[in-house]
């Protein structure tokens, strides 16, 4: 539910709000599945890479949702998950993130990961994650540090 906390001057979720509730999302997921106590005996962060969220309705003050958390898609380093906020089964937001494993600050490879999770590709997820992978990779390309 959206509380008074949640909200910014439009009176309704703030985006940062919106990531905050994803990242609880997960953590749900992740006890739910069993994953946490694989991550804990192997040592393994899961760390957010990046992250995106699609706002389509408001979602106002005291209004009830659910969140629906799923991982669609992985490759070779990342997996993808998807995370709808959902009100009377009508989409009212998607989000996603590409999540890494670290293990004394190195990357976990997927394939050992898949091993212990069940990682079921959505077949029209393949889309978006490769442009989302070429924009992450174009995104930062053209870093450079700021002038002073």
């Not at 009377?88 to 394939?111: D, M, Q, S, W």
Request: glycine content about 4%; charged content about 25%; some cysteine.
């Amino acid at each position: 539910m959206v509380l008074p906390h949640d909200i910014d001057l439009n009176i309704h979720l703030n985006n940062g709000r919106f990531l905050a509730f994803m990242d609880l999302g997960r953590l749900d997921f992740v006890i739910r599945t069993g994953a946490a106590r694989i991550f804990l005996d192997k040592k393994w962060n899961p760390v957010v890479a990046s992250a995106t969220v699609r706002y389509r309705k408001s979602l106002g003050l005291f209004r009830r949702f659910d969140l629906h958390t799923r991982i669609v898609g992985s490759d070779h380093k990342f997996v993808y998950i998807e995370q709808d906020f959902v009100v009377k089964n009508e989409l009212y937001a998607r989000g996603a993130v590409k999540i890494c494993f670290l293990h004394k600050k190195k990357i976990v490879p997927i394939p050992e990961i898949s091993s212990f999770l069940q990682i079921r590709e959505r077949p029209s997820s393949g889309v978006w994650i490769e442009a989302w992978q070429a924009l992450d990779k174009s995104f930062v390309k053209d870093f450079s540090s700021p002038k002073k």
